[in-house]
């Protein structure tokens, strides 16, 4: 497999749930719908592209937006990719 598309950046919620399949820290059940719709729409072969150990990929805080559930708040984002043929 070969990357197919790169630099996208996700907030922490949509971060946990790619990387863990947990929403139990998401309250909201709007904000859940959000992120599972967001996510199924980047498809199965979304991976991390961050590094935890150097901080690459990786930013504390900005305003970017979330590329995955298309929130528009500020806040911590990860860097991933998707992957295909």
Do not use: Y
């Given at each position: 497999?070969?990357?197919?598309?790169?630099?996208?950046?996700?907030?922490?919620?949509?971060?946990?749930?790619?990387?863990?399949?947990?929403?139990?820290?998401?309250?909201?059940?709007?904000?859940?719908?959000?992120v599972e719709s967001g996510l199924d729409s980047l498809g199965p072969?979304?991976?991390?592209?961050?590094?935890?150990?150097?901080?690459?990929?990786?930013?504390?805080?900005?305003?970017?937006?979330?590329?995955?559930?298309d929130s528009g708040l500020a806040g911590e984002f990860h860097r991933?990719?998707?992957?295909?043929?």
């Open positions: 497999m070969q990357v197919v598309k790169d630099d996208l950046w996700l907030c922490v919620d949509c971060t946990i749930v790619a990387c863990n399949g947990d929403v139990s820290g998401i309250d909201d059940d709007d904000r859940v719908a959000a072969h979304l991976v991390p592209d961050f590094d935890s150990e150097t901080g690459e990929g990786h930013e504390e805080f900005s305003n970017r937006g979330c590329d995955c559930c991933f990719a998707i992957l295909g043929e």
